[in-house]
């Protein structure tokens, strides 16, 4: 089993210190670790090249192949950020701005389909789930429609060691939880594309064929084609 991690941030504070007692559930898993912005230093610039010209073509292509690579390979996906102003990390955003092109309406990867994921996020007060969500958004667009949220609020100290005893024991209880449900999949078996999932592709689908009916096709309507989405396969059969 591979499991593929990406760090909001390079800080090892809470949100690390839960992510790693995630992963100790998963002994003789392969991990993979990156750590934002480290692993992905640049601003996407919107520069429209991974669109127009192909992912090949972004000005950090050697950090976001490398990242993708790996979230394809993976069998788990588990993205961690802390709440920054209620909403992911700035490094975070940049990642997934990176790899906007992956959304539905252009050109997914079909292994995303039948891929699980975690999201993991904790905040001092308020924010938590909506760092979730802003990742979760992303996520569900690439076409993974298995997603685990953990999100907790410390009310307290943003210090591991400083919180009471009683809230690292909630805490630790909350994500075990998680852990052990997740853990418990047999991965062997592509994860259930749900309803909701099919819905955005079939709406994506109609996009596609009038761009072909109209005789527009560029990049993605050309990889829509070549994948046979335009007909009756789909990535969920593959």
């Not at 640049?42 to 429209?48: K, L, P, R």
């Not at 943003?158 to 999949?185: P, Q």
């Not at 078996?189 to 819905?199: G, N, Q, V, Y």
């Not at 072909?212 to 396969?233: E, T």
């Amino acid at each position: 089993m591979k499991i593929t991690v990406i760090n909001g941030t390079e800080k090892h504070g809470v949100t690390y210190r839960l992510k790693e007692i995630f992963l100790q559930n998963f002994q003789g898993a392969d991990v993979v670790q990156f750590y934002l912005p480290k692993d992905c230093p640049s601003f996407c610039i919107g520069c429209t090249s991974c669109f127009m010209k192909g992912e090949n073509n972004c000005k950090d292509f050697d950090y976001t192949h490398k990242i993708e690579k790996s979230l394809i390979e993976s069998d788990l996906i588990v993205m961690t950020s802390p709440a920054y102003v209620m909403h992911a990390t700035g490094a975070m955003k940049s990642l997934l701005d990176h790899l906007g092109y992956r959304w539905m309406p252009h050109r997914p990867a079909p292994e995303m389909f039948g891929k699980r994921a975690v999201i993991i996020t904790q905040c001092l007060g308020a924010g938590a789930k909506s760092t979730a969500k802003d990742i979760k958004h992303s996520l569900s667009w690439w076409g993974i429609s298995k997603i685990g949220m953990f999100s907790g609020s410390l009310m307290s100290d943003i210090i591991w060691d400083k919180l009471t005893e009683k809230k690292r024991k909630k805490l630790t209880k909350k994500i075990n939880k998680l852990a052990v449900r997740f853990s418990k999949i047999n991965y062997a078996k592509p994860a259930h594309t749900t309803l909701i999932t099919k819905i955005k592709f079939k709406f994506c689908r109609l996009i596609q064929k009038k761009v072909r009916k109209n005789g527009v096709a560029g990049l993605d309507n050309a990889y829509w084609h070549n994948n046979g989405w335009l007909g009756k396969s789909r990535p969920w059969k593959s």
